[in-house]
């Protein structure tokens, strides 16, 4: 059942307010004051507070202050009798939803209160989500070649830094791009990800800088590149190796400048964005090849991050191994299953061209095709090597 608390020092308001939001079923508590009202949040867990500006002890503007430092999610909606339009935007910049006069007008004030629940839902489900999305993105391992790469995101992650992530198809790449942007200023807002290698040479410059409405047949309406949606956030280049000369220049004069322009458009467009990108391809050998730019790949190499392939890190096998069957069981809706010995002694054995995505492929397979316990004689039947 949704909570409210009631944060309010005339005790006929809240006994008003409490009686019309429990007959909505709502469960309803109540603070006296501002500091009760503040104590109540800390302990305990609301949806939304209803909270009068003007009290004893603590105002409503303080409470509100402090729960937001606090990291108290809770959505307040502030009740004054006093209001005016300072004090409503003063509440609004300090993080409260919505304002209200007294007396309230009972209609708007069951909106403002349901409106205000959607928000509360969603900033829960956003924090699950993060939850799920940052721990899919872990790099599990413990041998020495993926703890340097570990220790190198700990140092680069914080700082501004364009960072140059490159390694075979199927290692790891893209988590070392999550990790590095959700350690980062910038994890509070997006990290956009374009595979340069999926998108067709003609449509990539839309694809990063955005197009006007008629600036090539098929745009029928204005489109907002991908370094435009990452302003003030991260924006991973992958497989870079793939992008067209033609693209690569503009996104050097991007970093360069600071400024895009999109396609069709001659107005140019201030971007803050941090670049991250990664190669499965040999650059400096693209571009003796003519087939990369020099500058740009000193633009974009200001660190450089090597993942291992799997089979410099054997050893990382069972951790590996374990987590997939975890994940993998979380998915099916069912208890993990367990792995012997001498199936993880063979599986270590055996050469992993397809990097993690391959033997996370095999133990999905092993895990649907064994029974209990996947046996060596399950391993050496399934893997398909």
């Known amino acids: 059942m949704p909570?409210?608390?009631?944060?309010?020092?005339?005790?006929?308001?809240?006994?008003?307010?409490?009686?019309?939001?429990?007959?909505?079923?709502?469960e309803v508590d109540e603070a006296q004051d501002g500091e009760e009202g503040?104590?109540?949040?800390?302990?305990?867990?609301?949806?939304?507070?209803?909270?009068?500006?003007?009290?004893?002890?603590?105002?409503?503007?303080?409470?509100?202050?402090?729960?937001?430092?606090?990291?108290?999610?809770?959505?307040?909606?502030?009740?004054?009798?006093?209001?005016?339009?300072?004090?409503?935007?003063?509440?609004?910049?300090k993080g409260a939803y919505d304002f209200i006069s007294k007396p309230p007008d009972l209609n708007r004030l069951l909106v403002t209160v349901r409106n205000a629940m959607d928000k509360s839902s969603l900033v829960t489900e956003t924090k699950v989500l993060r939850k799920k999305v940052s721990k899919g993105s872990d790099i599990i391992g413990a041998s020495e070649p993926i703890q340097r790469v570990k220790e190198a995101i700990e140092k680069v992650a914080p700082t501004e830094a364009r960072v140059l992530i490159t390694g075979p198809n199927g290692a790891g790449k893209e988590l070392v791009a999550r990790q590095l942007h959700?350690?980062?200023?910038?994890?509070?807002?997006?990290?956009?990800?374009?595979?340069?290698?999926?998108i067709p040479s003609e449509l990539i410059e839309s694809e990063l800088f955005g197009h006007e409405k008629g600036s090539f047949t098929s745009a029928v309406k204005q489109r907002i590149g991908k370094f435009e949606q990452?302003?003030?956030?991260?924006?991973?280049?992958?497989?870079?190796?793939?992008m067209s000369l033609s693209a690569q220049a503009k996104v050097l004069r991007a970093l360069q400048e600071n400024k895009i322009t999109r396609v069709g458009g001659d107005k140019e467009i201030k971007v803050n964005v941090r670049v991250l990108a990664a190669t499965n391809k040999d650059l400096k050998k693209e571009i003796a090849e003519n087939r990369f730019r020099e500058d740009l790949y000193h633009r974009l190499s200001v660190i450089l991050i090597h993942?291992?392939?799997?089979?410099?890190?054997?050893?990382?096998?069972?951790?590996?191994v374990d987590k997939f069957l975890g994940d993998i069981a979380e998915e099916y809706g069912t208890a993990p299953k367990r792995i012997d010995a001498g199936a993880l002694a063979y599986l270590q054995s055996l050469s992993w061209s397809g990097n993690i995505r391959e033997l996370r492929n095999v133990v999905e397979r092993l895990v649907i095709m064994s029974g209990n316990e996947i046996s060596e004689a399950d391993a050496k039947a399934y893997t398909g090597k």
């Open 3 to 26: 909570r409210l608390l009631i944060i309010d020092d005339e005790k006929s308001i809240r006994y008003t307010l409490k009686e019309i939001l429990e007959y909505e079923k709502y």
């Open 38 to 93: 503040l104590r109540k949040l800390t302990e305990n867990h609301y949806d939304v507070a209803l909270c009068d500006i003007k009290m004893p002890k603590m105002d409503g503007v303080e409470v509100l202050t402090k729960a937001k430092e606090q990291g108290i999610d809770t959505q307040f909606i502030m009740i004054s009798a006093h209001g005016t339009i300072e004090t409503a935007v003063e509440a609004t910049k």
């Open 182 to 198: 959700e350690k980062s200023n910038r994890s509070g807002a997006g990290l956009v990800e374009v595979n340069c290698a999926a």
């Open 230 to 242: 990452a302003d003030g956030g991260t924006l991973f280049l992958d497989e870079i190796g793939d």
């Open 307 to 320: 993942v291992p392939s799997l089979d410099d890190r054997k050893d990382d096998i069972p951790l590996l």
